[in-house]
């Protein structure tokens, strides 16, 4: 049975309603790959998804680990403060958050990597970071989740250019 054309059409036989979402529900409820990312938002449900969401649980956002960050976070909250203080004066007003999802993001590098990155890395880690959520994002990821092949044909410099990402 090939289970991608279930979703193209209505089923209203219940036989074939039961045999779908009882006999072979994981398969159905299972997520679309996309681009051979394995994180935990975008893996597939089985082992390989239960391990990453047993050590984001465990290990990442377990309550001595987060607590053994606590010097990042004061370092993350400095930084923040002072790029909150470099504002222009004359402004009429502080873009906040910019400037609190730039800590976040910093902090998750730190947390990630285990290391203080200067301002440049974590920008250039930004940056790239945006363009790659900007190309899967976007109507491009359902022409290369329908067709792979014709994606990577049709669209060439988009697939060089998340391929150089």
Partial sequence: MDHSLLFLSVVADHDLVHQILIKNGAVVSDRPRIFGFRTITSASYGPNWRALRRNLASVFL??????????????????????????????KGIMVLKHFRYAIFSLSLLMCFGEKLDDCQIHDIATVQHHLLSLIFTWKLNVYMVFPRLFKILLRNTWKIFEKL
Avoid: C, E, M, P
């Fill in 62 to 91: 377990h309550t001595s680990h987060v607590k053994s960050f606590a010097w990042a976070r004061k370092w993350v909250f400095g930084n923040l403060i002072g790029h909150l203080y470099k504002q222009d004066k004359k402004a």
